[in-house]
């Protein structure tokens, strides 16, 4: 289940429920939000388009909090010719991964074939991994 204080589309609860039995919230905020947030946990001065943080305590029904920037949704989704939705699935699922461990930069290729296998089952367009690799 996800925790949002907004509305967020339904395909997201399926993502989540497909991929973990644990709560996420959600929060979307736009590019100067996200910006803050990048430079006071990540020290990097610059707008992004998903940050995760997961919890660390197994023992807790949330997993972590997932951070859309619903700027770059629009903008993402409009250069590439699909809607927002599936924008902002894509952002959700690759968030979403993150707080469950996967980790592109360092492992094997196991949360491009994770990602893959949420856009094969959902009908969504290319992964955030796959368009960034070419």
């Given at each position: 289940?996800?925790?949002?204080?907004?509305?967020?589309?339904?395909?997201?609860?399926?993502?989540?429920?497909?991929?973990?039995?644990?709560?996420?919230?959600?929060?979307?905020?736009?590019?100067?939000?996200?910006?803050?947030?990048?430079?006071?946990?990540?020290?990097?001065?610059?707008?992004?388009?998903?940050?995760?943080?997961?919890?660390?305590?197994?023992?807790?029904?949330?997993?972590?909090?997932?951070?859309?920037?619903?700027?770059?949704?629009?903008?993402?989704?409009?250069?590439?010719?699909?809607?927002?939705?599936?924008?902002?699935?894509?952002?959700f699922t690759h968030g979403l991964l993150h707080?469950?461990?996967?980790?592109?930069?360092?492992?094997?290729?196991?949360?491009?074939?994770?990602?893959?296998?949420?856009?094969r089952i959902f009908g969504l367009p290319?992964?955030?991994?796959?368009?960034?690799?070419?």
């Open positions: 289940m996800i925790i949002c204080e907004q509305s967020y589309d339904e395909i997201l609860d399926k993502i989540c429920a497909h991929l973990t039995d644990k709560d996420v919230e959600l929060v979307f905020v736009n590019s100067k939000q996200i910006r803050e947030i990048n430079l006071s946990h990540r020290g990097i001065d610059k707008p992004t388009d998903v940050l995760s943080f997961p919890l660390f305590d197994a023992g807790q029904a949330l997993s972590g909090s997932i951070v859309i920037n619903e700027d770059a949704v629009g903008q993402m989704a409009s250069e590439l010719g699909h809607s927002a939705q599936d924008e902002r699935a894509l952002l707080i469950l461990g996967f980790d592109h930069e360092i492992d094997n290729g196991e949360m491009r074939e994770k990602e893959s296998e949420v856009v290319k992964s955030l991994i796959v368009r960034n690799d070419g």
